[in-house]
T-cell receptor, first 114, second 114 residues
Framework: DTGVSQDPRHKITKRGQNVTFRCDPI?????LYWYRQTLGQGPEFLTY????????KSRLLSDRFSAERPKGSFSTLEIQRTEQGDSAMYLC????????????FGEGSRLTVL | AQSVAQPEDQVNVAEGNPLTVKCTYS??????LFWYVQYPNRGLQFLLK??????LVKGSYGFEAEFNKSQTSFHLKKPSALVSDSALYFC????????????FGKGTSLLVTP
């Protein structure tokens, strides 16, 4: 399978715990994006990388959130001290550097904070 | 700032009838426009894009969209709806004066009845 893969697909955690999501982009893609989607809403941009450089962060990305892409391949999104408001679907996408930049999305990681 | 509006939360259409899902946008530069479809508990799938050129763009599964610069709209259309088209549809815009992230609308639920 050459699509974007995300792991885990579903995570249930208790408030205050830390969680980490992993994303493996399409191998030829240099850009990698993280979005958050809550019920009834469209995806909201969190951050994106070009290779290993984090080039843009949304103000939605509070200091409890951190994303890395250490070798320019896979990426991780960590949420520290989770809150119930963090419950959402976390979507990863990737794209080519060249061209208009349509994004190709993974299936998402659903976070439920109890 | 860039933004997207999808004025309809839900669109209902009978199978075999034409469908339209509306989208308007606001950007400071030139827009790159996209449509995505999302099935339950799945990631977003790319349908089509407008970058430049012909105002009518054709995409996957028989969908097309018309770019109208004067009305700042990019409505999604299909001549004959199928029950299997029932899903969530998201319009997205990238402002060429901004970064590379796409800004999504809140989505429109399409229900095609037999």
């Amino acid at each position: 399978d050459t699509g974007v893969s995300q792991d885990p697909r579903h995570k249930i955690t208790k408030r205050g715990q830390n969680v980490t999501f992993r994303c493996d982009p399409i191998s030829e893609h240099n850009r990698l994006y993280w979005y958050r989607q809550t019920l009834g809403q469209g995806p909201e941009f969190l951050t994106y990388f070009q290779n290993e450089a984090q080039l843009e962060k949304s103000r939605l990305l509070s200091d409890r959130f951190s994303a890395e892409r250490p070798k320019g391949s896979f990426s991780t999104l960590e949420i520290q001290r989770t809150e119930q408001g963090d419950s959402a679907m976390y979507l990863c996408a990737s794209s080519f550097v060249l061209g208009p930049g349509e994004l190709f999305f993974g299936e998402g990681s659903r976070l439920t904070v109890l | 700032a860039q933004s997207v509006a999808q004025p309809e939360d839900q669109v209902n259409v009978a199978e075999g009838n034409p469908l339209t899902v509306k989208c308007t946008y606001s950007v400071s530069g030139n827009p790159y426009l996209f449509w995505y479809v999302q099935y339950p508990n799945r990631g977003l799938q790319f349908l089509l894009k407008y970058i430049t050129g012909d105002n009518l763009v054709k995409g996957s599964y028989g969908f097309e969209a018309e770019f109208n610069k004067s009305q700042t709209s990019f409505h999604l259309k299909k001549p004959s709806a199928l029950v299997s088209d029932s899903a969530l549809y998201f319009c997205a815009v990238r402002d060429t004066n901004s970064g590379y992230a796409l800004n999504f609308g809140k989505g429109t639920s399409l229900l095609v009845t037999p």
